[in-house]
Nanobody, 126 residues
Framework: QVQLVESGGGSVQAGGSLRLSCTASGYTYSWYSMAWFRQAPGKEREGVGHIFRSGSTTYYTDAVKGRFTISRDNVKNTLYLQMNSLRPEDTAMYYC???????????????????WGQGTQVTVSS
């Protein structure tokens, strides 16, 4: 059984930085890709960044391009999200997700992912 645990969230001022971590345990050998999603109160969960198992190709939503960087360490079974130049609109609960199979769903579709962490809160003040 796979378990994902996020950490590194907190409260920062606009322009500050945070690095989120997602540590995976259990059977992770079949993972196709991993991603970070975020959800603010009253809004839908949206994709932030995506990375394949090799780490060679990454994707980002336009809202965070140039500011966030997704990476992974397969030896440590850890996914990271480096968040720079944070803005108040980045305030949300951030979730780590893992996809185990290739399918027709987009990488930005939350239903494409099989495992989720419980989230870590990021709050950015102006």
């Amino acid at each position: 059984q796979v378990q994902l645990v996020e950490s590194g969230g907190g409260s920062v001022q606009a322009g500050g930085s945070l690095r989120l971590s997602c540590t995976a345990s259990g059977y992770t050998y079949s993972w196709y890709s991993m991603a970070w999603f975020r959800q603010a109160p009253g809004k839908e969960r949206e994709g932030v960044g995506h990375i394949f198992r090799s780490g060679s190709t990454t994707y980002y939503t336009d809202a965070v391009k140039g500011r966030f960087t997704i990476s992974r360490d397969n030896v440590k079974n850890t996914l990271y999200l480096q968040m720079n130049s944070l803005r108040p609109e980045d305030t949300a609960m951030y979730y780590c997700a893992a996809r185990t199979t290739v399918g027709s769903r987009s990488r930005w579709d939350r239903l494409a992912y099989d495992y989720w962490g419980q989230g870590t809160q990021v709050t950015v003040s102006s």
